[in-house]
Each structure stands twice: as structure tokens, then as C-alpha cells.
């Protein structure tokens, strides 16, 4: 069974970097398949961020690009996220996914719990 | 980008009866080289991450029952549960996975009448 646990500081300050990691259990990321972040403000709908395949290849929400950086670590099976230069509009879950292929035109068919991440004035 | 529009926002359903949900996209999501939809349903229970139902717009992910079914293709699609059921109540997102940036509808939100 496909696991996937996300961690990292539940509050972060404005103008900081958001740093969050996916642990994947269940699965060896080096296998194949694409994993990407998702996050969800507050009574909000959902908004795709990125994804990473084993190799390292990534794809990114234009609107966030310029402030994000997905990577991967095959040895510890797990990937992470980092959002620089956060603000307000930045509060939201994240949740980390497994896409149900090995090419982004794959629905999402795991998915994390999701961590809340505040930021702070 | 592509942009999905769910209608309703919401809506409350007599529990055994239909409950029809629609997306729309922008722009097709239909690939012709391989006859599929790009185009995935997802459910959202309260304080809980989403939850694949359906993708290439009709296929169902395996556990999911039989009354959840999906149709439509290029633009419009829909999502039926044939007797809604009280653990039924939730969100229910589309997605296209077509290109990127991939887009989630706004979501609909189903409640017991």
C-alpha cells in the first residue's frame, strides 16, 4: 500500500521559505511514476503546484515558478517542496500526490493527509 | 491555462436520489491519437485529502462503487451518483491533466436534502 506522510514547520514567516517533504512509503520513488504538491487555502478549491519525476525532471505551476523548487531524494524515498518569498496568500494545506503514471497526464491516485502551513506577519 | 468550471456550486439531495454534477474546460481535453478524455473526478470529505473516483472521464479507480460514473468528452462532463448515500456528502473536484499547468474546477458541494 502506497504511503505518503508530509512534514515541515507549521508556521513560517512572511517573506520566508516554506520548506515541506513528502516521505513515500509503500512504493520506491526510483520506480517510476511522477509526484507533485498540491495545496488548498482555507475553505478553498485546490491549486497544482509542481512534480517531479525520479529523474529529477520537474514541472511548475507558472503562476508560482519564479518562487518554487521541487526536488527528489531516491535514496530516502522522498521529495520535497520549497516556496520562497511567502506571504498571507500562501496559508493553505499542502499535500503531496502520487500522479498514477509515469507522465504528468496521470490523475493524482495517492495523495498525503496534507500539512496546514500559516504564515505570519 | 486551462479553466475548469463546475456548476453547481452546490447542491442537496434526497438520500436514494440522483445527484449530477458538470465541468466544463476552456479548451478540449480530448487527445484523438488516443481516443481519452484527460479529464479525473475527485472526492473530498470534510478534513480529508481528495479522493480519485474517475479518470479518462469514465473510468472508475478500483474500490469506488458503482453509483459514482462519469461521461461527457472535448468539454462537458459530468458526474453522476445514481443514490446518494450519506458517507457521499462532501466536495467533488474535476481536474484536467491535459497539459500544464494542470487545473482543478472550483468544486461542488453535496449535501443531504
Known amino acids: 500500500q502506497v504511503q505518503l506522510q508530509e512534514s515541515g514547520p507549521g508556521l513560517v514567516k512572511s517573506s520566508e521559505t516554506l520548506s515541506l517533504t513528502c516521505a513515500v512509503s509503500?512504493?520506491?520513488?526510483?520506480?517510476?511514476?511522477?509526484w507533485g504538491w498540491i495545496r488548498q487555502p482555507p475553505g478553498k478549491g485546490l491549486e497544482w503546484i509542481g512534480n517531479i519525476y525520479h529523474s529529477g525532471s520537474t514541472y511548475y505551476n507558472p503562476s508560482l515558478k519564479s518562487r518554487v523548487t521541487i526536488s527528489v531524494d531516491t535514496s530516502k524515498s522522498q521529495f520535497s517542496l520549497k516556496l520562497s518569498s511567502v506571504t498571507a496568500a500562501d496559508t493553505a494545506v499542502y499535500y503531496c500526490a502520487r500522479h498514477k503514471g509515469s507522465a504528468y497526464t496521470h490523475p493524482f491516485d495517492y495523495w498525503g493527509q496534507g500539512a496546514l502551513v500559516t504564515v505570519s506577519s | 491555462d486551462i479553466v475548469m468550471t463546475q456548476s453547481p456550486d452546490s447542491l442537496a439531495v434526497s438520500l436514494g436520489e440522483r445527484a449530477t454534477i458538470n465541468c466544463k474546460s476552456s479548451?478540449?481535453?480530448?487527445?484523438?491519437?488516443?481516443?481519452?478524455?484527460?479529464l479525473a473526478w475527485y472526492q473530498q470529505r470534510p478534513g480529508q485529502p481528495p479522493k480519485l473516483l474517475i479518470y479518462w472521464a469514465s473510468t472508475r479507480e478500483s474500490g469506488v462503487p458503482d453509483r459514482f460514473s462519469g461521461s461527457g468528452s472535448g468539454t462537458d462532463f459530468t458526474l453522476t451518483i445514481s443514490s446518494l448515500q450519506a458517507e457521499d456528502v462532501a466536495v467533488y473536484y474535476c481536474q484536467q491533466y491535459y497539459n500544464i499547468p494542470l487545473t482543478f474546477g472550483g468544486g461542488t458541494k453535496v449535501e443531504i436534502k
Open positions: 509503500g512504493y520506491s520513488i526510483s520506480s517510476g511514476y511522477f
Open positions: 479548451q478540449s481535453v480530448f487527445y484523438s491519437s488516443n481516443n481519452n478524455n484527460y
